[in-house]
């Protein structure tokens, strides 16, 4: 596209990189929430889930990404953009129904749940001046999928997600989505894990939407916030991504 105004200035830049990275921080403190609520540690989780659940959670991630796409693609037609707390305020509260009737509730649940956050993705795409209707963007929009999950504890090094950027056509969509799934396959699994806690199912539905959403949805800010400031600044965009590392890794300094 082009710019109507002139490249803004280094210190605007740096102000919003600083942003960008608050949220990147402010994404990762989300899994505290449903760790809270099930008292286990996140690589515990998935030992909870039956062993054929855990083998069939892939394909069947991967049929829901695709079917999540399409879903949320048509709904924009109908609903329009939504605001960012109606669409954790949704999924928190199918997360809470999901978790009532243990794991063939939440299991029904999760194709609903996954498509809402592709659609809160799509949203934050739209506040950020991208059309989710484009090709290029609807990619953008599945690659946020493969950030780490609120319940990774990384160190801000995995954001290889920031920048896969190809040529995009109806394969490499598919490709991407085969990529996507067995690393969302993994943090559902968590999610569902999490549900199936006695008791607590309702509670841990609730929260681990409430986070799951809240997470990808700041991880899409960062996502279309580097590529809207790409734009913006006139700069590579794979050099704001090295300086967006480098102020992840950075100790964040609390406002």
């Known amino acids: 596209m082009d710019l109507l ?4 200035d280094n210190d605007a830049v740096d102000a919003r990189l600083t942003e960008l990275a608050r949220r990147h921080a402010q994404a990762g403190n989300f899994g505290i929430q449903v760790l809270n609520v099930v008292g286990s540690q996140a690589e515990k989780l998935l030992d909870r889930l039956p062993s054929d659940m855990r083998n069939r959670l892939g394909d069947g991630t991967e049929q829901a990404l695709r079917l999540a796409m399409q879903a949320a693609h048509g709904s924009r037609s109908v609903l329009g953009g939504q605001p960012g707390w109606l669409n954790r305020a949704v999924t928190t509260a199918m ?3 999901g978790g009532l009737g243990g794991l063939p509730s939440a299991m029904a649940e999760l194709p609903i749940t996954t498509t809402i956050l592709l659609r809160a993705i799509q949203d934050v795409a739209t506040e950020h001046g991208f059309d989710p209707d484009e090709e290029g963007v609807r990619f953008d929009c599945i ?3 493969a950030a780490a999950g609120p319940l990774d504890h990384a160190d801000g090094s995995d954001l290889a997600f920031l920048s896969t950027r190809v040529a995009v056509t109806g394969k490499t969509m598919q490709a991407l989505i085969a990529r996507v799934a067995p690393r969302l396959s993994t943090v559902l699994g968590q ?6 806690v006695p008791v607590l199912g309702a509670a841990a539905g609730a929260a681990t939407n409430y986070a799951y959403t809240s997470y990808y949805q700041q991880m899409a800010h ?3 916030g580097l590529r809207r400031l790409a734009i913006e600044s006139d700069r590579d965009h794979a050099d704001l991504i090295e300086d967006f590392r480098a102020r992840v890794k950075a100790p964040v ?3």
């Open 191 to 196: 999610k569902l894990a999490a549900q199936m």
């Open 143 to 145: 690659q946020v999928f």
């Open 5 to 8: 105004d002139p490249p803004i």
């Open 95 to 97: 997360g809470a129904a």
């Open 222 to 224: 960062v996502h279309f």
């Open 253 to 255: 300094k609390r406002s």
